[in-house]
């Protein structure tokens, strides 16, 4: 959209500041051997005979442009300035538009008409789905199981690789410590750990084993960095964190794509320490390219680079596009700061052609590792049979009931009785399509979606009757339907009520300052629970609720976050017992706003909670969250017993072997996740109370043992010292085994000097 340009001179400094960061970031770019030989001298080929122009085309990304809407069978005159566009090199990549047999066309227009046949690429938020849509990222995390999240991506690539995508803008590996922010949905939690361990696995899942093999998406890591910090939990705000958070926090998921080999990265809204992460060369340039070498190319988000001039650190776009491409910013997403501007900057000596010229290299390498140049149009038949195929809906079935976690379980009110005659199903988000599908499912469609209720009709069949009744929306303040409500649940011999979040109610720009379930459904939750019958909750939502009441007053809890197209049958499975539920948290539930931020990986302080009055506490709450991280609970249970270690000091070179013997101790075969953690007892930086260093999630039938090893290098004991240099020093650790953050076997070991 056109942004003000606002009046005012650049300081005088400000031209030779540019030109010196120029001079400093073709100086950090990494050299291309790891690159192909081949698209080396292609790349350079190409360079050589583009103009000015024809680079900042590369440099620029169009939304929209045609969907649904195109006919191949027309003359698509409303396209025309989308094709001549195209045909002239002024567009590099089109997000928002998919489609076969479109995106066929543009293809065929920029490799057969344009001067220079430079294939387009195009991208899209695919972001847990394209068609068949899996659970939302958050809630996908909750399955502790890397190699589900592996197969989602794979699902959403080949999905969407069919209608024409080459790109997606995920995965999303921002870690969230405040639960009001409403993007945490689409990230991993609160672990850096936990989220490098997936990060890694969707960009696979993505980019596959040949990135320019059919069926395949180049990945893109965002929001480049620290986004998951802004202040308050509000969308694009401020953040304000040192840098050993930033690097101990923050940046680990990223690295993790990048060693994983994510084609692409996603600069942040947000401003970090002063500076907005589309200009900040200390990330940008000096982490990423310089630390890491990392060799693909940097799109911003939307129009951020303009953005910057309402933070104030910019005067106008031309501006903001200077700034922004010498930080290290190669494509400029939905804005034409680039195209509209860097020419007469070039010729100002304001941003030297090279490191234009390197902006676009790195865009055409990744272009060439995806195969765009080559003939990669897309069969719109395959696009019909792969969306939503069957196979497609039986990974995502699997995917959902492996998310959830279950909260609460008293008196063995779950899973409900094939016995019982009537169920009442009660609550606004039981019928609901949408609300299944969750925030940024922006390709899937309602239709595709089997509801709560219609998947318990399904199973029960006719020999039990259901009664369903809305009760009311999940906001306002209309108790028209409780009436109805209290009727069913007086008639029926078990109650599920399904509350929670509307998809609105989280995903980007859905923040909240109050993260109770909304007043109605809480006041009638309240209503039905007076009538004594035994209650099941099953609670959709993107985030964390503060759920005290319910968790004090209702026999049995169900967290099933946004599960996507196959969100009724997995909850169907769950709550008659056809699937065990085996979810853990992967972010800590809070019992009230006040605790936020709230994360097991704390600093102890030098007054930990206790008794005494002056302690680190609150006077009106417990220090401990609701339900910790990595908790969950099974309709099994399971012993963890007979820890050992494989010795109790190890030096640098050497490996600690760590042993379990989890027991399924109870009559029902189920999953259990294993998590290792641990903490330096004496350090030269103070360390976390528990970091996590492993975890495995494996399947016991009733009375089976099974013993779980981890190793233990000094890789996983070290820390960044008062230098900011990895280290590991001499010293005592302690370690748990369990099944959540808060409980497990313990042991101690020591670590040697060299």
């Known amino acids: 959209m056109p942004r003000r340009s606002k009046s005012g001179p650049v300081v005088s400094a400000t031209s030779l500041v540019i030109l010196l960061l120029a001079g400093l970031a073709l100086r950090a770019v990494p050299t291309a051997a790891a690159t192909d030989t081949t698209h080396d001298k292609r790349i350079e080929e190409l360079i050589s005979r583009m103009t000015i122009e024809e680079k900042l085309g590369q440099l620029t990304q169009q939304s929209g442009g045609g969907i649904a809407e195109f006919n191949p069978n027309s003359d698509n005159a409303a396209f025309e300035d989308v094709f001549g566009a195209v045909r002239a090199g002024m567009i590099g990549s089109f997000l928002n538009s998919h489609g076969?047999?479109?995106?066929?066309?543009?293809?065929?227009?920029?490799?057969?008409?344009?001067?220079?046949?430079?294939?387009?690429?195009?991208?899209?938020?695919?972001?847990?789905?394209?068609?068949?849509?899996?659970?939302?990222?958050?809630?996908?995390?909750?399955?502790?199981?890397?190699?589900?999240?592996?197969?989602?991506?794979?699902?959403?690539?080949?999905?969407?690789?069919?209608?024409?995508?080459?790109?997606?803008?995920?995965?999303?590996?921002?870690?969230?410590?405040?639960?009001?922010?409403?993007?945490?949905?689409?990230?991993?939690?609160?672990?850096?750990?936990?989220?490098?361990?997936?990060?890694?696995?969707?960009?696979?899942?993505?980019?596959?084993?040949?990135?320019?093999?059919?069926?395949?998406?180049?990945?893109?890591?965002?929001?480049?960095?620290?986004?998951?910090?802004?202040?308050?939990?509000?969308?694009?705000?401020?953040?304000?964190?040192?840098?050993?958070?930033?690097?101990?926090i923050h940046l680990p998921p990223f690295k993790a794509a990048v060693d994983a080999g994510v084609g692409t990265l996603m600069c942040a809204f947000n401003e970090i320490n002063g500076i907005p992460a589309t200009a900040n060369r200390m990330t940008l340039t000096g982490i990423l390219r310089g630390e890491w070498g990392f060799d693909g190319f940097v799109v911003s988000d939307w129009q951020s680079t303009e953005e910057m001039i309402d933070h104030g650190f910019v005067t106008d776009e031309k501006h903001a596009a200077e700034v922004s491409i010498l930080a290290g910013v190669d494509m400029d997403m939905a804005a034409f700061g680039y195209r509209e501007h860097l020419a007469?900057?070039?010729?100002?000596?304001?941003?030297?052609?090279?490191?234009?010229?390197?902006?676009?290299?790195?865009?055409?390498?990744?272009?060439?590792?995806?195969?765009?140049?080559?003939?990669?149009?897309?069969?719109?038949?395959?696009?019909?049979?792969?969306?939503?195929?069957?196979?497609?809906?039986?990974?995502?079935?699997?995917?959902?009931?492996?998310?959830?976690?279950?909260?609460?379980?008293?008196?063995?009110?779950?899973?409900?009785?094939?016995?019982?005659?009537?169920l009442a199903l009660i609550g606004p988000l039981a019928a609901s399509k949408r609300d299944c599908l969750g925030t940024w499912a922006v390709t899937s469609r309602d239709e595709d979606v089997t509801t709560v209720l219609e998947a318990v009709k399904q199973r029960l069949g006719s020999d039990t009757e259901v009664l369903y009744a809305k009760g009311c929306d999940v906001q306002g303040d209309s108790q028209a339907g409780f009436n109805a409500a209290v009727d069913a649940a007086l008639q029926a011999d078990a109650v599920v009520m399904v509350i929670g979040?509307?998809?609105?109610?989280?995903?980007?720009?859905?923040?909240?300052?109050?993260?109770?379930?909304?007043?109605?459904?809480?006041?009638?939750?309240?209503?039905?629970?007076?009538?004594?019958?035994?209650?099941?909750?099953?609670?959709?939502?993107?985030?964390?609720?503060?759920?005290?009441?319910?968790?004090?007053?209702?026999p049995a809890i169900l967290e099933t976050w946004h599960l996507g197209t196959e969100a009724g049958p997995a909850i169907a499975d769950v709550l008659f017992g056809d699937f065990n539920p085996g979810g853990k948290l992967p972010v800590t539930f809070p019992r009230a706003v006040g605790q936020i931020?709230?994360?097991?990986?704390?600093?102890?302080?030098?007054?930990?909670?206790?008794?005494?009055?002056?302690?680190?506490?609150?006077?009106?709450?417990?220090?401990?969250?609701?339900?910790?991280?990595?908790?969950?609970?099974?309709?099994?249970?399971?012993?963890?017993?007979?820890?050992?270690?494989?010795?109790t000091k190890i030096s640098?070179?050497?490996?600690?072997?760590?042993?379990?013997?989890i027991t399924n101790t109870g009559k029902r075969a189920g999953d259990e996740v294993a998590?290792?953690?641990?903490?330096?007892?004496?350090?030269?930086?103070?360390?976390?109370?528990?970091?996590?260093?492993?975890?495995?999630?494996?399947?016991?039938?009733?009375?089976?043992?099974?013993?779980?090893?981890?190793?233990?290098?000094?890789?996983?004991?070290?820390?960044?010292?008062?230098d900011l240099k990895f280290t590991v020093e001499p010293g005592r650790f302690r370690l748990w085994v369990g099944p959540n953050s808060a409980d497990g076997l313990s042991a101690e070991f020591e670590f040697l000097a060299q």
């Not at 304001?350 to 195969?371: N, S």
């Not at 069957?390 to 959902?400: F, K, L, S, T, W």
């Not at 099953?538 to 007053?553: F, S, Y």
């Open 675 to 722: 998590q290792l953690y641990i903490r330096d007892l004496v350090a030269s930086v103070t360390r976390p109370v528990k970091q996590l260093r492993g975890f495995k999630r494996i399947s016991l039938e009733p009375g089976e043992a099974q013993d779980i090893t981890f190793k233990l290098t000094a890789n996983e004991l070290g820390f960044l010292n008062q």
């Open 501 to 554: 979040e509307s998809e609105n109610l989280s995903g980007e720009g859905h923040c909240r300052s109050d993260i109770n379930l909304p007043a109605i459904q809480l006041a009638l939750l309240k209503k039905v629970h007076a009538t004594g019958k035994p209650i099941a909750v099953v609670l959709m939502n993107g985030r964390p609720l503060t759920v005290n009441w319910m968790a004090e007053n209702v």
């Open 344 to 422: 007469k900057s070039v010729k100002e000596g304001r941003v030297p052609m090279a490191v234009i010229d390197e902006a676009v290299r790195r865009i055409l390498r990744i272009k060439m590792r995806a195969g765009l140049f080559e003939n990669h149009y897309r069969d719109p038949l395959k696009e019909k049979e792969l969306l939503l195929c069957p196979q497609h809906r039986a990974i995502a079935r699997e995917v959902a009931r492996k998310s959830i976690v279950l909260l609460k379980n008293e008196n063995g009110v779950l899973p409900i009785s094939d016995k019982v005659k009537c």
């Open 100 to 248: 076969a047999e479109y995106v066929n066309a543009v293809q065929r227009i920029a490799k057969e008409e344009s001067r220079l046949g430079i294939p387009v690429i195009f991208g899209n938020d695919v972001i847990h789905g394209f068609r068949t849509t899996f659970p939302i990222p958050l809630g996908e995390s909750a399955t502790w199981d890397p190699h589900l999240a592996e197969q989602a991506a794979r699902v959403a690539a080949t999905e969407a690789w069919a209608a024409g995508l080459d790109w997606t803008f995920a995965p999303m590996v921002d870690i969230a410590r405040d639960p009001r922010w409403g993007r945490i949905a689409e990230g991993s939690g609160e672990d850096p750990y936990l989220g490098s361990r997936l990060a890694e696995a969707r960009v696979k899942g993505f980019q596959g084993e040949d990135l320019s093999a059919p069926y395949t998406l180049v990945a893109c890591a965002k929001h480049f960095v620290a986004y998951g910090a802004a202040e308050g939990g509000r969308d694009y705000n401020t953040v304000d964190i040192s840098e050993r958070t930033l690097r101990e």
């Open 597 to 647: 931020p709230i994360y097991y990986n704390h600093k102890n302080t030098g007054r930990p909670p206790c008794e005494d009055r002056f302690s680190s506490k609150y006077i009106d709450l417990p220090s401990t969250p609701l339900y910790p991280f990595g908790y969950g609970l099974s309709y099994t249970t399971f012993n963890f017993s007979n820890l050992q270690l494989s010795a």
């Open 652 to 661: 640098a070179n050497g490996e600690l072997i760590v042993t379990a013997t």
